[in-house]
């Protein structure tokens, strides 16, 4: 209870505007600089304390979502003394979709200044910067991926849980509850849907069944099937524990990849792959 304590960190975040370092405790949000040192707490008026899990920072401001009792998803926006400065309603669940459905979701991601938010009845991508004006980002075209008569009942549950981009393509990385998209299994429920953000096309990354990972097939050198964690910039970045990696460079005929795997041992840190894009 002290200045810069908490009784329960929801979540960690970084400020890339500024350095801050946010932890997000059950009424109230800390701020620490890049050296971890506490500057300030702003707190949390009761109506935003059940959202405090889920805020972002944007520049001087914080973004949190909200679905209310009444099936009304809507996008806050909090300053730096926790006064609520904007409020976008982003209406009531409806009742059929064609594209892809979700429940009490309100897809958002904060990095590099700037705010993505992805409602996840829609198929447009929004950003916020940092004085909170908004602009379309990109609309996807779900093409033979949309929803159909069968996965819109009320029980089906998709929601987007990441997206990871660059100038070229985005990621887009959701899980369902049943039914999901058509042609997910129901022992599968998560998808990677690969956006072409030049052709405006979308695809389904294929299930490597061995690992259960959603991979680009490696038809260069038959190496083992890559599965991007992040993108940053034209760089696709994947890791592998290291066990997994020795048993994995056994069903491979890849000659770098048993090379590499010659070097580790059940101890040896995690494999970091990178795949650049040209």
Known sequence: RAEGEYSMATSLRVNF?????QIVDQNKILLYDRFANFKKAIPLRDSLTRHSGCIYPLGNYFAMRNYSSDERYSLIFIDAKGCVVSVEDKGKKPVALNLLRG??????SSQYGKLTALDAFQDTIFTYDENLDKQVKFIVDYGRYKMTPKSTGEDQFIVFTDILENDRLAL???KANRYGLSFMKKSNKQIYLLYDKITGTCRVLPLDKSKKWFSFNNDLDNGLPFHPQMIEG????????????????ETCSSVKV????ATLTEESNPVMVVATLK
Request: proline content about 0%.
């Open 17 to 21: 505007i500024n350095g801050e370092i």
């Open 103 to 108: 429940h009490g979701q309100l897809f958002l």
């Open 172 to 174: 887009l990385i959701a």
């Open 234 to 249: 034209n760089r696709m970045i994947q890791f592998i524990n290291a066990i997994d990696f020795i048993d994995m460079s």
């Open 258 to 261: 048993k090379q590499i795997a």
